[in-house]
């Protein structure tokens, strides 16, 4: 019987194959207007345009967005890619990061009831945000940390976190999260190459699609896109 809680009870299931789920989860404050804007919708694009073409991801990879600038906002329910058009994004406001990270978790959440209720298999979901900026100062980053170090305990989820510009890259490595007990760094995305970064989020995803629950996944070389990688 489907939970009444669960906003995707009534939702019925397009195929049985085994299903992952990526939510991004955007900041879109003031500080991203401009071409950092643009090149993070140009990237949404890439990553949609890629997924579509991947027969295997389009029929298991549901997609989410969240974005956050002063308010939080759920711009794109869990779909399979064939079923939406990627949104664009504008900029306004102030950074409500926590916040919106918070929602995230909830969807995902809500999402893997769903699948249980549903008969659907599926993968530890993903949740990558991306943020250029400071929380505002009401956001409690701490008790995120501790939610986020838990979920990651108990395998809930992968949360990957991703500076741009002059984002805070300490507070992004404290609530980063962990896999296998092995904390996953904050990720810098070099200039505004959104571009190379959406096509190994893609390449990524679609690895992640084509596997099965317990095996090892090579994720592929983020050298294009990452700040200060070294080999």
């Not at 993903?126 to 009401?138: E, K, Q």
């Not at 810098?188 to 959406?198: A, M, R, S, V």
Request: negative net charge; aromatic residues 10%; proline residues 6%.
């Amino acid at each position: 019987m489907a939970n009444n809680d669960n906003p995707f009870g009534v939702e019925s299931p397009e195929n049985f194959e085994q299903k992952s789920i990526c939510c991004f989860v955007l900041d879109v404050s003031g500080s991203m207007n401009g071409q950092p804007i643009d090149e993070l919708n140009r990237g949404l694009q890439e990553f949609h345009s890629e997924i579509v073409s991947d027969p295997i991801s389009s029929n298991r990879l549901e997609v989410a967005i969240i974005t956050f600038d002063s308010t939080v906002n759920l711009v794109l329910e869990p779909s399979l890619v064939d079923n939406f058009n990627m949104p664009t994004l504008t900029t306004k406001g102030s950074t409500k990061l926590v916040d919106g990270v918070r929602e995230g978790i909830r969807i995902v959440e809500d999402r893997k009831n769903w699948y249980k209720q549903t008969g659907q298999p599926y993968l530890r979901p993903w949740i990558i945000l991306v943020t250029d900026g400071f929380p505002d100062f009401d956001q409690d980053v701490d008790s995120l940390q501790l939610e986020i170090e838990q979920a990651s305990n108990e395998k809930k989820f992968v949360f990957l976190p991703i500076g741009v510009g002059g984002a805070d890259m300490s507070i992004l490595n404290k609530i980063s999260g962990s896999i296998n007990e092995k904390k996953i760094p904050a990720m810098k995305i070099q200039g505004l190459k959104f571009f190379e970064f959406f096509e190994w989020v893609s390449a990524s995803m679609s690895s992640i699609a084509s596997s099965k629950e317990g095996d090892n996944i090579n994720l592929p070389d983020p050298s294009e896109w990452m700040e200060g990688f070294k080999i």
